[in-house]
């Protein structure tokens, strides 16, 4: 996949959410999410509360940014990066489960897990993966632009983030002495079974973009015309 290097105005851009996310996964880790305000990330960031608002709606979502940290670029990039023999639902797969279960922080995961809110924004992050994704897949099914490849971009952070839910869904009856969630079967396995209900689809866009186009056929036939055969 190639990427065009962004302007000044957009690197700064980059560099002020950076530096929002940064700040507000420091202050998490030090105060606990629940003490930690707005306008203390953004004053720990060196900007104002409103410019803030331009990049986060919430401290949760800033500090599932520094989790998650550009995942969905990372995401998108190894998928287009696969060979093309590979099959599409393999390339996602081993894909999705390298990225999501890549070694995390112990205190970034504990902070996750153990406070609702952010799990939850920790689950709607999935979303990001899609527009990227869909660029990705397009381009391994021939650069159509046809809506099929956000269909099954859009499909596929569905399944990510019902292995997600899944994964960290609270236990029947808590643990009164920690408070801490405790996390339910093998995360890899998880996004494997959710992914493999999609191969089929999967499968099939692929092999519709292997068949010869109505153009494609009508030019052949064509050129078999115009030299007697």
């Not at 105005?9 to 105060?31: G, I, N, P, S």
């Not at 970034?108 to 153990?114: D, K, R, V």
């Not at 093998?186 to 099939?204: E, W």
Request: glycine share 4%; charged share 20%; hydrophobic share 45%.
């Amino acid at each position: 996949m190639t990427t065009r290097r962004p302007g000044l105005r957009e690197e700064k851009k980059q560099a002020t959410q950076v530096a929002l996310r940064e700040a507000a996964l420091r202050l998490a880790l030090e105060h606990g999410p629940a003490n930690v305000r707005v306008d203390d990330i953004a004053e720990a960031a060196g900007v104002s509360p409103r410019t803030y608002n331009n990049y986060f709606s919430s401290r949760e979502q800033a500090i599932v940014a520094a989790v998650t940290a550009e995942r969905e670029h990372r995401v998108a990039a190894a998928v287009a990066a696969w060979p093309a023999h590979v099959r599409l639902a393999d390339a996602l797969t081993a894909t999705i489960v390298e990225q999501y279960t890549e070694p995390r922080d112990r205190d970034e995961l504990l902070l996750i897990t153990a406070s609702p809110a952010l799990r939850d924004s920790y689950l709607d992050a999935a979303a990001t993966i899609e527009h990227p994704l869909a660029t990705a897949i397009d381009q391994r099914l021939g650069g159509t632009g046809t809506f099929t490849s956000r269909v099954l971009a859009t499909s596929v952070a569905a399944a990510v983030r019902v292995a997600l839910q899944q994964w960290l869904q609270p236990p029947p009856a808590p643990l009164a002495t920690s408070g801490l969630l405790l996390l339910s079967g093998s995360l890899p396995d998880l996004l494997r079974s959710a992914l493999a209900t999609l191969a089929p689809a999967l499968d099939a866009a692929e092999e519709q973009a292997r068949r010869p186009t109505s153009r494609q056929v009508r030019g052949a036939a064509d050129g078999q015309e115009m030299t007697g055969f």
